[in-house]
């Protein structure tokens, strides 16, 4: 039986980096490779994986809430690598669970843990829930040294506390550790029971 990851990290933790240097050492070793995304995500062109340091890839599939993965596809494949996998609809998560037993390949997905109020992404919470290995890829506060662990959401400069979970518009994000982010972004702020600021 093949293994499921989930490699989790805030934003600008090279997660797009590492997928595609995983995916050139299987292919440079003749291995076959499927990178998977989600539809939604189509910042860079949907069908491009693209780092921050320039390395792109195409993606083999786009997946959507209507997607259902058929293990037979998957036969002969050496590794399927899942970029943005915070944005996986929780049955996709499922079908790749199935495919780490038959046929057998294993599942690499990257993706943000939580969202900019806190909360754990769909696809996240089923890979935290079905998930072989749960391993972080790190990246240290805008801030401070400590390491970040959570994403806040600017909107010209400023935090963002309410709105949609997905909005791939004009924010920005940056990675905070906890105690420069609840210094912006107060617990009681995002349970609605103060405003920033009071
Ligand atoms: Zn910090």
Redesign the pocket.
């Known amino acids: 039986m093949a293994k499921l990851y989930f490699r989790y990290g805030t934003m600008d933790s090279a997660k797009s980096m590492n997928l595609l240097a995983v995916a050139h050492n299987y292919r440079k070793q003749g291995k076959t490779v499927r990178l998977l995304k989600p539809a939604i995500d189509d910042r860079f062109g949907r069908d491009t994986i693209r780092s921050r340091s320039g390395l792109e890839r195409k993606v083999d599939l786009l997946v959507d809430e209507d997607t259902r993965l058929d293990p037979r596809d998957f036969v002969g494949v050496d590794c399927v690598l899942v970029d943005e996998a915070q944005f996986l609809p929780p049955r996709v998560v499922d079908d790749l669970r199935e495919i780490t037993h038959d046929p057998g390949v294993p599942v690499i997905c990257y993706g943000l843990r939580t969202d900019f109020r806190t909360r754990l992404f769909p696809g996240s919470r089923r890979l935290l829930e079905l998930a072989d290995r749960i391993e972080e890829v790190k990246v ?7 390491k ?1 662990i959570f994403n806040m959401r600017l909107c010209d400069g400023i935090p963002v506390t309410q709105g949609e979970q997905i909005a791939l518009g004009d924010e920005t994000y940056e990675p ?6 609840l210094a912006r972004v107060p617990l009681a702020v995002l349970r609605g029971e103060s405003t920033p600021g009071g």
């Open positions: 240290t506060c805008t801030h401070c040294n400590r970040a905070l550790c906890s105690a420069c982010f």
